[in-house]
């Protein structure tokens, strides 16, 4: 079970202690999306991703996550269909996972945590030229959430594993080239659930359409392990502090709907 607030809130880094919800807030994420309360749309298209590993260019400890970021000056890497009537393009990807395997997850599913959660996180080129214009407006983003289950070795991410010491300091930064993240969706991407919510770190901004995949992907206990190494603290600070828990607790659905894209 996931530890009560309490618990966790102290085991939390300071930042997931902070705003549990933005003032006013009425589309905040994370959720916990109670399956037999989510609705058929069976308008909900396949997903559409184009992704092209060349395009890969650094990964990063931002001091939340890691990030592995792409050259989004280009229409190379996109996601089409499934909720979005627009062509969004790929910045960045990270994940959110916890101390011990059984909690993690940003997102729950009928209360379910899973250790972690990758976030492909997508800006609408159509109506937007950057990010940082995007992220304020309500169709702003869309994100797909992946859900990680401890299991076989994942191949593809071992590459990504590998590079982990190098970046174990927050604003550490390496080079990282062809990677492939759609190696990293489940083989099953026409299943999942959709809403209107809210990037899960500050600034919160209630611009995300999220993408939550049904099907989960297995990493090994190893891989995730490499995780934990990480530090939210930089080389200088006295107290290092391990990478874990960064996950905000789930927000109230505030009467959205959550749609499925099968039944
Ligand atoms: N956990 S989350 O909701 O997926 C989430 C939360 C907070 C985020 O801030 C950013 N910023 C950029 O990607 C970015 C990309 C390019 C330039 C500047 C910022 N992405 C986020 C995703
Ligand atoms: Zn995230």
């Known amino acids: 079970r996931r530890c009560n607030l309490t618990a966790c809130s102290s085991k939390m880094h300071p930042m997931w202690q902070g705003p549990l919800a933005v003032p006013g807030g009425d589309r905040q994420s994370p959720i916990d999306i109670v399956v037999r309360k989510s609705v058929l749309d069976t308008e909900l298209k396949p997903l559409k991703t184009t992704y092209d590993p060349k395009t890969c260019q650094q990964i990063w400890n931002n001091g939340y996550s890691f990030l592995v970021e792409y050259d989004d000056t280009t229409d190379k890497n996109t996601l089409k269909g499934g909720p979005l009537q627009d062509t969004f393009r790929l910045c960045q990807f990270h994940f959110h996972w916890g101390e011990t395997n059984d909690w993690g997850s940003e997102h729950t599913v009928d209360r379910r945590l899973f250790p972690a959660e990758l976030h492909l996180v997508h800006w609408n080129a159509d109506r937007y030229s950057l990010f940082e214009e995007a992220v304020m407006e309500d169709n702003g983003l869309a994100v797909i959430g992946v859900f990680l289950k401890v299991g076989k070795r994942h191949e593809g991410l071992q590459k990504l594993v590998d590079a982990l010491p190098t970046i174990r300091h927050k604003d550490s930064v390496v080079e990282f080239t062809c990677f492939d993240p759609g190696c990293l969706l489940p083989a099953n991407t026409d ?65 959205r709907t959550v749609r499925s894209s099968f039944t």
Request: aromatic share 10%; no cysteine; glycine share 4%.
């Open 191 to 255: 299943d999942y659930w959709t809403y209107h919510g809210s990037l899960t770190t500050p600034p919160l901004t209630e611009s995300v359409t999220w993408i939550v995949m049904k099907q989960h992907i297995e990493v090994s206990h190893d891989q995730l392990a490499v995780f934990r190494s990480l530090l939210f603290t930089s080389a200088e600070e006295e107290v290092q502090k391990s990478m874990v828990n960064n996950f905000r607790v789930q927000q109230p659905l505030r009467g």
